[in-house]
């Protein structure tokens, strides 16, 4: 079983950025392919971005060319640099993990964190 924990989620203005990190651990699936997703108040959650243990990427098209997803597996922590943030991020975003690839980049993997609170303000 892995245990998931996000943190650097907080209060941030419009333009302003944000690092969010997902310290993974308790089994092998800290090196597993991992995702960001987040859920905003009425609607469904969403992928963000993922990245394979190899340290390929892919991102949804909201977020491309602003946010950056990396991983250090030495350190079994993942980081989601987000810049130009903008009223439309504003959600709780969320880490996870699968050893199945398909189901990190299509929304469902079995291994969920507790999530950290983004809010953009101006």
């Known amino acids: 079983q892995v245990q998931l924990v996000e943190s650097g989620g907080g209060l941030v203005q419009p333009g302003g950025s944000l690092r969010l990190s997902c310290a993974a651990s308790?089994?092998?699936?800290?090196?597993?392919?991992m995702g960001w997703y987040r859920q905003a108040p009425g609607k469904e959650r969403e992928l963000v971005a993922a990245?394979?243990?190899?340290?390929?990427?892919q991102y949804a098209e909201f977020v491309k060319g602003r946010f950056t997803i990396s991983r250090d597996n030495a350190k079994n922590t993942m980081y989601l640099q987000m810049n130009s943030l903008k009223f439309e991020d504003t959600a709780v975003y969320y880490c996870?993990?699968?050893?199945?690839?398909?189901?990190?980049?299509?929304?469902?993997?079995?291994?969920w964190g507790q999530g950290t609170q983004v809010t953009v303000s101006s």
């Open positions: 996870a993990t699968d050893p199945l690839p398909w189901r990190v980049v299509t929304g469902t993997p079995r291994n």
């Open positions: 308790g089994s092998v699936f800290s090196i597993s392919p």
């Open positions: 990245i394979t243990s190899g340290a390929g990427t």
